[in-house]
């Protein structure tokens, strides 16, 4: 059959295939009336994958898995008219199989829960977005399942309590936020339930959130984990916060 063919109105019909200039294919995949159909494939310059993408006929919905460029498996969702929809599962580029986390999308945007994992399976954050940002309750958890954070978001921004825990249920950290910043009576604690310090905060005294800021770590994710193996926290692999490895829709299939 031939190939990369147009129709009298410049429409791409039928098989495809275009190559890198090194002469390793880029995509190979099918047109129908400029919309790609079936399995769509396409590749990294190196001819590792990049994407495989099946089309419905009419090449609006598209189910896809898109890989890291050493070949280990990105993420899984739906794509409808280039935008992700539903649930989307994210996985590491270090750890072959891994599943970082798992998100739920409208119109490209976050909408519903969000959960991260450890590498053995086990949940260790759960939040929730509306309209891409964090609202109601943001819940973290040690390898064993103990909580270890539980706070929550108003419009993406921390509000009210902040609670982080030892891995033996005791807490740790006791205080509030306000618009995204501590707030109020915030008391630390010795893992054995003593009192270590107490003090008042208020816009005057901090302007940096806790989270990112705290003495034994980057983050509150490092507080979640233990030593050992298990220790690997998802939140290395996010981008600001973000999910990676989304689809670039400015290279389109046929493009």
Excluded at 54 to 59: K, L, M, Q, V
């Amino acid at each position: 059959d031939s190939i990369n063919r147009t129709d009298r109105n410049g429409m791409k019909q039928g098989h495809w295939i275009k190559k890198y200039p090194n002469g390793h294919i880029q995509y190979n995949g099918y047109f129908k009336d400029n919309h790609p159909i079936g399995t769509f494939k396409r590749f990294f310059e190196n001819d590792t994958s990049h994407s495989e993408l099946i089309f419905g006929n009419d090449g609006i919905e598209a189910i896809a898995s898109l890989y890291h460029s050493n070949g280990f498996i990105a993420s899984k969702g739906k794509f409808v008219s280039q935008l992700k929809e539903g649930t989307w599962k994210f996985f590491s580029a270090r750890i072959n199989g891994y599943l970082v986390c798992e998100e739920e999308y409208k119109k490209n945007i976050r909408n519903g829960v969000s959960m991260k994992y450890y590498p053995d399976s086990t949940l260790s954050e759960k939040v929730y977005y509306v309209n891409d940002l964090r609202n109601g309750e943001w819940m973290q958890y040690f390898p064993n399942g103990n909580i270890c954070l539980k706070a929550n978001y108003i419009n993406g921004k921390l509000q009210g309590s902040f609670l982080v825990f030892f891995n033996n249920g005791k807490p740790e950290y006791i205080g509030q936020y306000k618009d995204d910043t501590r707030n109020g009576s915030w008391q630390i604690f010795n893992s054995d339930g003593s009192l270590k310090s107490k003090r008042r905060m208020n816009a005057s005294t901090t302007s940096a959130r806790l989270v990112g800021n705290s003495q034994r770590g980057s983050s509150f994710g490092r507080y979640c984990c233990s030593s050992g193996s298990n220790c690997i926290r998802s939140r290395m692999w996010l981008i600001n916060g973000k999910a990676p490895t989304s689809y670039d829709w400015s290279v389109r299939p046929g493009a």
